[in-house]
């Protein structure tokens, strides 16, 4: 019966994740003011703005991105890995990340460029490893695919709490993560085309 449990915690916790992620999009987007209901915010040494509702999102995206640190490494461990898990995961990241930089952007936190690229690049990719896969082969993550997911969370974490502590520095370290994982976003997206273009080219 344990045994049992602990192969299902993988996808307890991927399921976990994509729940906290619709939660953390509905509080992002739901219209507190016409409820009149507000969040204080806190200018801290003049130069870092705390909004408390951001504050909240941000520690829910924060469990939220902890369970997908610990899900493929439990279903490892208890050689647990399955095709549920596998396509849920997935399913779950994108949902996570992706719709936090679209309501980023509409909130002008970000620039559009960045979600345009991040799910332009998640569209050419899940496309490549669908095409492999009709072929037989499994797409398994590359180095810089998975360095591109770490950056994106913490510049989406420091971005959500107004760049605190950094920013009582002046350091857009926000940014600078955000940026850097653009760019290693269309970095992994070239890597992936180019270990799989042999089956575009021979199609």
């Known amino acids: 019966m344990k045994k ?37 915010k806190y200018l801290i040494n003049g ?18 991105s902890v369970t997908d640190f610990f899900d493929g490494r439990l279903a490892r461990k208890y ?34 460029i960045i979600p345009v690229v991040i799910i332009l690049r998640d569209t050419v990719v899940n496309t490549i490893k669908m095409v492999a896969g009709e072929h037989g082969d499994v ?7 998975k360095f591109k997911t770490a950056f994106l969370m913490i510049g989406v974490t420091l971005k959500l709490i107004g760049n605190f502590p950094a920013g009582l520095y002046n350091i857009a370290l926000d940014d600078f993560f955000l940026i850097t994982a653009t760019v290693l976003s269309l970095v992994s997206g070239f890597e992936y085309f180019n270990i799989y273009k042999k089956y575009f080219m021979n199609s």
């Open 4 to 40: 049992e449990f602990n192969k299902n915690i993988p996808n307890y916790l991927t399921i976990a994740r994509l729940v906290l992620s619709v939660i953390v999009i509905i509080f992002l987007l739901f219209p507190f003011d016409m409820i009149n209901v507000s969040f204080p």
């Open 47 to 64: 130069t870092v703005m705390l909004d408390v509702k951001m504050l909240i999102a941000a520690i829910i995206f924060v469990i939220a």
């Open 79 to 112: 050689n647990a890995v399955s095709d549920f898990g596998k396509v849920m995961d997935a399913i779950a990241d994108k949902v996570l990340v992706n719709s936090i930089l679209i309501i980023l952007s509409g909130l002008g936190y970000i620039s559009p």
């Open 139 to 145: 797409v398994a993550a590359i180095k810089t695919g």
